[in-house]
């Protein structure tokens, strides 16, 4: 098992990597896209920011709320897997928005911006995380 608070898996979500996001469509095939994401290990949270017409968004709110992201670095992987909600209060999108800041940079202004707040439910990854 891999556990989220262990501190070579901190690390790798403290470094900056891309991630990918699958959502799923409505027929059941993978939305796949990129994105940058972020962990809150002690809630069991992962967040990622968005505009609120993006496919994925659409996703979840249409009720496709499974969701995958990905974090790889060479032979080093980690996918989260849970179930997401959109959320769009000023609140919860000023804190993605700050972690997002703290791991990659602070992103442009955008008024259709939302956060996909993903409760995790699953950990895989390679072996040096286990």
Excluded at 15 to 27: F, I, K, S, V, Y
Aim: proline share 5%; net charge positive; with cysteine.
């Amino acid at each position: 098992m891999i556990s989220l608070e262990s501190a070579p898996v901190l690390q790798f979500w403290t470094e900056r990597h891309l991630c990918t996001l699958t959502t799923l469509r409505r027929d059941g095939s993978p939305h796949v896209v990129p994105v940058g994401a972020t962990l809150d290990a002690p809630a069991g949270l992962l967040r990622v920011i968005s505009s609120r017409g993006s496919a994925h968004v659409r996703h979840v709110t249409a009720g496709q709320d499974r969701v995958a992201v990905c974090q790889v670095d060479g032979a080093r992987w980690i996918t989260v897997e849970g179930k997401a909600q959109v959320l769009s209060a000023a609140e919860a999108v000023e804190e993605a928005v700050r972690r997002y800041a703290a791991r990659y940079r602070q992103p442009r202004v955008n008024p259709e911006r939302v956060v996909i707040e993903v409760s995790i439910t699953r950990v895989l990854g390679s072996t040096v995380f286990r």
